[in-house]
């Protein structure tokens, strides 16, 4: 087999070097049609049938893929995938309406209603909606720090539909989540309608990761009690997690035996069942449904062997059937739960756009971010009529949705109906599900979330700041608990942005030989200085923030600081004159006859005089300041090093995205204090946007004119080597005359 060489291909340009004026000259601008502002308005609230058609469809997608649904293709997979989520869903959702404090049921019905919602608002094609438990775990602190009988007249409220709970605990508590649900709804809608879904940059990977995995254990702390069966006070705010595992510890000689051994059974054979589903995925048609399968040999082993009554164990206990009349939320909660449900409804949108955005990458398609916060934002508002409590995405239903065929949310719809239909006809044969099993489910899947710690050695290698980022998400979420830990991960996330922008990567590019490329110097051994020449690039825009750090590292990488230069120059001349002045007082001169010094006294020998005039004396003494400054003009030389041998420095503006007034300002000082020592400032690869904004804030005037500017770097160091060339010609015509 004959191997074939690999060319490069080449190529040669040839065209003038361009300026700004001469590129603008050579270039002619489109003409934009300009409208008043009132056209505009006029224009943007104008309503046309395609217009309207297109925000319809925006605002509910369903409409736009649905008559187009491939049923023969599409509709079997979606059915699977549907079924088997419902069946993990059922599980799950009873789990976390514990988490959330509320009944059983509640967990059902957020597992139906927002669900149905979301299939008809939301854009992405195989996120699961429904109850979660970091959020469930953050609705149950603001459920348990709202419920003290001080804050409410709990005696005067009929809550008789609560029958094996504290009623009218329960029923507070049923009224703060769903009034949670409601204004977390609200805000996500609002900002869904404000275009606001930018704000999840601020909840970058590592800090989203670093956050979970402190809910998760949260919640794995929080399930010990129900796993252990034990009756410990539930806590809230800083510490809880601490102060949970702390009574759990102190109670753990009360467990009940029962409930540890059922619930060490449970986490076992769930462990080992979804190992299977893991390995063998490619090989089954869809996973195990191993939670349902649970819930049913618990609920059957629970009410054969009767063990709430004979052994003690706590039970879900009794789930109502059929739907319950929607209901407005309890307004008066609001200004109580308002912090709360920011940090409730940002929590969610991240974690559902994140899911979103993987499988829309994996399977080509695209999602609106601000379309996914109006989508939760309708559901959390509208489910929460029906007493839902707040829900966001699940990434293992999301997982198995995707993993069992579903194509689209007609998958999500079904699973809903699963649900539903337990509701309706099957609630009460799980009222016997031990709380164990619950507990055991929980815990069993946060195995994927709690594998999040092994981010911390890889972030270490990879990056400082995101380990730093990952470290403050997770022990400020676990310290402080779930909303005040997220804000202050968020704000740390805001400060290392600004420390980034702040602390940029500088360096002197230099020239790959016989081409047009410029790379750092300190990084290749090919690539070399341009002579005469200082190329300085900072990886950062020039704003307020930045200013001092850009003019320190310009001073540093090119080793030449005009101000010190400067003053350095007047010290040194100013020592020259004393020391002058000081030999004229005392009345010596040194005279420089050839190569020998010849004090006053000589002078009156070899003049044969017995006095030296006056004018003499001045002469030696003005001889001595230019003998002086000669020396002070060689220690200068010594002290800029390479100034003496640079005469043009340019600026690399390509990685820099906006100039503000303050930078500005101090550009200009740069080109004045340069040129103050004959140093050419020019400046290189400007942004149409950084030239728009040089304009608009009075850049360019008769000292820093336009033509400082120029298109490449490469068409900067052409035109200083022609300015070397032209002062070489100059100063040989100089010496030759």
């Known amino acids: 087999m004959d191997v074939v060489e690999m060319t490069h291909p080449s190529f040669i340009v040839n065209r003038p070097v361009f300026n700004q004026e001469s590129l603008e000259a050579y270039l002619h601008e489109k003409e934009k049609p300009k409208l008043r502002r009132s056209a505009k308005v006029l224009r943007y609230f104008r309503c046309t049938s395609k217009r309207a058609k297109s925000i319809l469809f925006r605002f509910v997608p369903i409409l736009e893929w649905l008559p187009q649904y491939p049923v023969k293709e599409y509709l079997f997979g979606d059915l699977i995938s549907g079924l088997s989520t419902g069946m993990m869903q059922l599980p799950q959702s009873l789990a976390y309406a514990l988490l959330a404090a509320v009944p059983p049921v509640f967990g059902l019905y957020s597992a139906v209603f927002p669900v149905l919602l979301y299939m008809v608002f939301g854009t992405s094609r195989h996120v699961s909606v429904g109850p979660f438990a970091v959020i469930s775990l953050m609705v149950g602190g603001v459920v348990i720090r709202l419920t003290p009988d001080q804050m409410f007249d709990v005696t005067s409220m009929n809550a008789t539909n609560y029958t094996g709970f504290h009623e009218t605990r329960a029923a507070v508590r049923v009224k703060i989540a769903a009034a949670t ?6 805000m996500q809608l609002c900002l869904g309608l404000i275009q606001f879904g930018f704000v999840v940059v601020y909840l970058a990977e590592p800090v989203v990761r670093g956050f979970t995995a402190a809910a998760a254990l949260h919640v794995f702390v929080s399930q010990l009690k129900y796993l252990l069966g034990i009756k410990t006070k539930r806590f809230g705010g800083p510490l809880s997690a601490i102060n949970t595992f702390i009574a759990v510890c102190t109670n753990i000689k009360g467990s009940n035996v029962t409930a540890v051994a059922v619930g060490a059974i449970c986490i076992v054979f769930l462990l080992v069942v979804k190992e299977i589903n893991l390995r063998y995925k490619d090989k089954l048609p869809v996973p195990i449904p191993v939670e349902l399968i649970m819930v049913i040999i618990g609920t059957g082993v629970s009410a054969g062997m009767n063990l709430h009554e004979n052994y003690d164990v706590n039970v879900v206990g009794r789930i109502p059937t059929g739907l319950r009349a929607p209901v407005l939320p309890d307004f008066n909660l609001l200004s109580e739960i308002f912090m709360d449900c920011i940090t409730i409804a940002v929590v969610g949108f991240s974690m559902t756009v994140s899911m979103a955005k993987i499988f829309a990458m994996k399977h080509g398609y695209s999602v609106n971010g601000n379309q996914e916060l109006i989508a939760l934002g309708i ?9 839902t409590f707040p829900v966001t995405t699940s990434m293992s239903r999301s997982l198995v949705q995707e993993s069992t065929g579903g194509k689209t949310e007609i998958a999500g719809g079904i699973s809903a109906l699963v649900v539903l239909l337990i509701i309706v006809a099957f609630g009460y044969l799980f009222e016997t599900l031990p709380q164990t ?6 815990m069993v899947n946060l195995k994927g979330v709690l594998k999040q710690f092994r981010d911390i050695p890889s972030l270490w290698r990879i990056c400082k700041i995101e380990f730093a980022l990952w ?3 997770f022990s400020s979420s676990f310290i402080l608990g779930l909303d005040f830990g997220l804000l202050v991960a968020m704000l740390f996330a805001i400060i290392t942005v600004v420390y980034r922008t702040q602390s940029p990567k500088s360096g002197i590019l230099g020239q790959i030989p016989n081409t047009d490329i410029y790379l750092d110097i300190e990084a290749y051994e090919e690539v070399q200085e341009v002579p005469g020449v200082k190329i300085f690039q900072s990886n950062a ?4 923030a930045n200013v001092d750090m850009y003019v320190n590292a310009l001073y540093k990488k090119t080793e030449i600081d005009p101000a010190a230069i400067l003053l350095a120059k007047k010290r040194l001349e100013a020592k020259a004159k004393k020391k002058a002045r000081l030999v004229e007082r005392k009345g010596r001169s040194i005279l420089k006859w050839g190569n020998r010094n010849i004090t006053t006294e000589d002078a009156k020998q070899e003049a044969g005089s017995e006095e030296v005039p006056n004018e003499a004396i001045q002469n030696g003494a003005s001889r001595v300041l230019n ?3 000669s020396d ?13 041998d640079t005469h043009n420095l340019i600026l690399d503006f390509s990685p820099v995205n906006f100039v503000d007034s303050v930078g500005t300002k101090v550009l200009k000082i740069i080109i004045k204090e340069y040129d103050s020592i004959g140093i050419n400032v020019f400046i290189a690869g400007c942004r149409d946007s950084v030239v728009e904004n040089l304009t608009r804030l009075n850049f360019f005037d008769k000292s820093t004119p336009r033509s400082l500017l120029f298109h490449s770097v490469h068409d900067a160091v052409l035109h200083c080597q022609e300015l070397a060339s032209l002062r070489g010609g100059s100063s040989t015509e100089m010496s030759s005359s």
């Open 632 to 644: 002070a003009n060689d220690k200068l030389t010594a002290f800029i090093k390479s100034a003496a």
């Open 181 to 186: 649900a409601f204004l977390s709804g609200i």
């Open 437 to 442: 099993v619950l507990a055991a489910i929980v």
């Open 541 to 544: 825009s020039l704003y307020f």
């Open 471 to 473: 470290t403050v998400a």
């Open 627 to 629: 003998i002086m400054e």
């Open 379 to 387: 559901c959390n508002t509208f489910g929460s009529f029906f007493e």
